[in-house]
């Protein structure tokens, strides 16, 4: 048994977010070592930490599938996200990377 970050109960085939980089996935493992639990996604095959993860309702989870033909691209969408990208300008002021 395992507890996410807000002490929800993670169960196998659970969907959760890993809270550092947003990674999604399906719980397909759970084991404890050292008395501290961890838990297995399937997106990456990767053990995470369960108190590092938080546990998604199916309203968090955006299922598009293109595979199955039964849901349609919502073009109109995808183009507005593009025109807003476009539309975007870079400010000189933005910090500089490197030395």
Known sequence: MAFDARDNEITLD????????GTVGKVVDIKTENEIDWIKIDKTELWYRAKLVELLDEKDLKKKSFD???????VDALKEKASKLENMQMDSSVAEGGG
């Not at 659970?14 to 980089?21: D, G, N």
């Not at 199955?68 to 919502?74: Q, S």
């Open 14 to 21: 659970s969907h959760v977010r890993y809270v550092e980089t």
């Open 68 to 74: 199955d033909g039964d849901d349609e691209l919502d």
